[in-house]
């Protein structure tokens, strides 16, 4: 594939693209091979008229994946509804967006794929304009930019340049790298919307249902400016509270010191230490199931009244003590959740390690990563994780953190109705 070397900044972002009808549709080919030599997962809806600027068979060849163009086709609809095609990407990018599409979707029109997907989806969409430089400075089409804007929707461009018409002037589509690098932006923030006001999830598998979650890792004060903590960047906490909120569960997170928006649809609590996250999970407490998915610092120290000066003496001597257990506090306690999860970060005998965790914590179900370096967990997009239980070990395929958690978040759903096998 093209671009071997580029950093795979995209590893396992998935992105909807929707290609309007317009001459600029030809560069859409070219960054759908930028996109995936970046590591994303690129699906193509294209329109009645980008159909009749590039075929299909181009965008299959650069995605390796099949191209939608069809709202009432039977066979796309089984394997993977319009709605659901919507909600599964991390991010909707509409490259060209012509002045029609621009339209359309200001308006809340849905005649036709590509404006449904617009219309369904709960993720933002990132626009790159395309079309004469009188159709976008027409008073129509910024006011329709506007709306958008005010919808939620995020613009890369237009350039200024020569038109495909004669013409000079801004309507220029940007250039796929300046997409990319739009895309690499966005995607770096929350790209979830905010959900409607009224929107109740009913019927989802934890409906009724409180779920406690904890995220991140914990901070130890040394002194003023210092702490002891570890790698832990909270992705996996964050996304399975996430993911137990769209399943219909009031959700509670605990969450440590983190660089990432609050899980939608949670009420979250931050917190600095261990001490802080225990009293937190109490408080919480009484829920339905509990988990620990926080990387709790095991030791802390006394933290000195004024910052630590170097002096000749050398480095200073830290005493530390045991940090609370919160898992086997909460496995043990009178408020036992139905249902107890705890984590097991290991470097090696990663399974022997997690099953003696399960019995020496008196949890139900441990999720085991092997964190050891190489791996990418501490920190990163993906995570390999092993279920263990007290019937055995369940190993899952190497999966974005937040597919992980909408498998956990299933599992747990099965166990808690009665099915614990």
Known sequence: MAGVGCARSLEAKRVLLIVGGGIAAY??????????????????????????????????????????????????????????????????VVAPATAHILARAARGLCDDLATTLLL???????????????????PATQRNVSTLHGDGAWFVGPNVGDMACGEYGPGRMSEPLEIVQAIETALKQDTLLPAPEGLSIRGGALEGLHVVVTSGPTHEPIDPVRYIANRSSGRQGHAIAAAAARAGARV????????????????????????????????????????????????????????IKKGERGAPSLSLVENPDILASVSRGPN?????????????????HAQEKLARKGCDLIVANDVSEGTGVFGGAM????????????DWPRLRKEDVAERLVARLAQLIGGEMS
């Open 252 to 307: 509670t997170v605990i969450s440590g010191p983190v660089a990432l928006p609050d899980p939608p649809g949670c009420e979250t609590t931050h917190i600095e230490s261990a001490r802080d996250m225990l009293a937190a999970v109490n408080a919480a407490l009484p829920a339905d199931i509990f988990v620990a998915a926080a990387a709790v610092a095991d030791w802390r120290a006394e933290p000195a009244v004024d910052k």
């Open 336 to 352: 036992r959740p139905r249902l107890v999860v705890g984590f097991a970060a290991e470097t090696r005998d990663l399974i022997r």
């Open 27 to 92: 560069k859409s080919l070219d960054l759908v091979r930028r996109l995936r030599a970046r590591g994303a997962r690129v699906r193509v809806v294209m329109t009645a008229a980008a159909k009749e600027f590039v075929t299909p068979l181009a965008f299959v060849s650069l995605a390796n994946e099949k191209v939608y163009d069809d709202l009432f086709s039977a066979t796309d609809e089984q394997e993977m509804g319009h709605i659901q095609l919507s909600r599964d990407a991390d991010l909707l």
């Open 383 to 394: 995570n390999q994780a092993h279920l263990v239980s007290r019937a055995g070990v369940e």
């Open 120 to 138: 369904a989806t709960d993720k933002r969409v990132l626009y790159a304009p395309a079309m004469n430089v009188r159709m976008w400075l027409h």
